[in-house]
Structures are given as structure tokens and as C-alpha cells.
């Protein structure tokens, strides 16, 4: 039971680029979702989902993309990178929703140049 | 509008100190609250979780409490050890059409 996984644990993106980063998950869960951590602040929600097929966006959700074709994977797309996505994003995940324990990755650091 | 404060930023104590971490939510009408451990360059672990009708939860050398009239929760941790140096967030959770609200944490370190 490998939990929640991440990859890449890193990345170097140039302004413009574009990237996704995975998240996935083998505890059959229905709630997934994406934060970033910036220094001094608290987590903010990029987008969500409450199973397959459907997602929907948190406070931060400008520039990223999201899709869930499966129950397992909730990947995270960059559009076009800019400096101030550089962050460490977490994936989450939980049985059915945000008012349970939360389970999260080990984190993506990205740094947008 | 909903805020969640963590006072201090940062602690340090000798290990073996029982202390305590301070978590302050600006809306009493929570739905649970939780704590999490943060270890440097990895995920969130889940600690703890409160829910409104409850005063407290414990588990091991943790205790948490809540107090929802005066918008606070604290995180106990006794008979402190190295092992126990992260940083320690905790997250409100308002209901259904709200998502968690997080605070900025405290980071701990306990010294040998």
C-alpha cells in the first residue's frame, strides 16, 4: 500500500513552459485534491475532486488544468509556467470528502525561472 | 472572512518540555478541526482530528483540545523529544460548501 504518490519530487521550468505533475493514489479514495505551500502561508487549494469525472476549482485556480479519468490518478497541468507558480505542491486524497483525515504526497517542488 | 492563525511562527525547547502549539480560528461555527505534522521535504501526516462536539482527542503524547467560543485549539505534546522537531499545521473545516482552511504553522524544534 504505497499511499498517496508524487512525482516528479522536482522541476526547473522556463516561463512558458508547460508541465504536469502526477498524483495518485491506491486506497481507493473518492476525494482528491491539489494545494500549493508557500513560505508563511497557510495551504491554498488549487482544484479538487470528488471522484472520477468530476472536478472543480478551489481558491487558486488560474493557470492550472485538471482532469480524473480515474479513480487512482488526479494529475495536475501547467498551462504555461510563471515565476509565481514556483511552489511545493501537495497531492490529497481521503475516502469522501474534506471533512475526513486527509492523506498527503511526499510534495513536487517546481521552480519557474 | 474565515481565517486560521498559528502563534508562534517558530519555537524551540530543551527536549524533555511538555509545550504547547496554538491554533486561533476568527469563525467558531467549525465542523472539525485537524492537526498535521509537516516533516522538511515531505508530505503532511495527519495528527489529530477534532470534531465540534468534541473538547478533545489524544493520541499517544498528544493531546488536542477545542474551544469553540473563544475560536481556539491547542496541541499538547508531552515529555518532548528530538524526533518530535517539525512543523505543526492545523486546518478548519467549515462544512460542506467550504473547503480547509489552513494555517501557516509552527516549527518546532526540540534540542538534545
Known amino acids: 500500500n504505497a499511499g498517496v504518490t508524487q512525482t516528479p519530487k522536482f522541476q526547473v521550468l522556463k516561463t512558458g513552459q508547460s508541465m504536469t505533475l502526477q498524483c495518485a493514489q491506491d486506497?481507493?479514495?473518492?476525494?482528491m485534491s491539489w494545494y500549493r505551500q508557500d513560505p508563511g502561508m497557510g495551504l491554498r487549494l488549487i482544484h479538487y475532486?470528488?471522484?472520477?469525472?468530476?472536478?472543480d476549482q478551489g481558491e487558486v485556480p488560474n493557470g492550472y488544468n485538471v482532469s480524473r479519468s480515474t479513480t487512482e490518478d488526479f494529475p495536475l497541468r501547467l498551462l504555461s509556467a510563471a515565476p509565481s507558480q514556483t511552489s511545493v505542491y501537495f497531492c490529497a486524497s481521503s475516502f469522501s470528502g474534506r471533512e475526513e483525515t486527509q492523506y498527503f504526497g511526499p510534495g513536487t517542488r517546481l521552480l519557474v525561472l | 472572512k474565515q481565517e486560521v492563525t498559528q502563534i508562534p511562527a517558530a519555537l524551540s525547547v530543551p527536549e524533555g518540555e511538555n509545550l504547547v502549539l496554538n491554533c486561533s480560528f476568527t469563525?467558531?461555527?467549525?465542523?472539525?478541526l485537524q492537526w498535521f505534522r509537516q516533516d522538511p521535504g515531505k508530505g503532511l501526516t495527519s495528527l489529530l482530528l477534532?470534531?465540534?462536539s468534541q473538547r478533545e482527542q489524544t493520541s499517544g503524547r498528544l493531546n488536542a483540545s477545542l474551544d469553540k467560543s473563544s475560536g481556539r485549539s491547542t496541541l499538547y505534546i508531552a515529555a518532548s523529544q528530538p524526533g518530535d522537531s517539525a512543523t505543526y499545521l492545523c486546518a478548519v473545516y467549515y462544512g460542506s460548501n467550504y473547503q480547509l482552511i489552513w494555517g501557516a504553522g509552527t516549527k518546532l524544534i526540540i534540542k538534545p
Open positions: 477534532i470534531q465540534s
Open positions: 486506497m481507493n479514495h473518492e476525494y
Open positions: 475532486s470528488v471522484g472520477a469525472g468530476i472536478t
Open positions: 469563525d467558531s461555527a467549525i465542523y472539525n
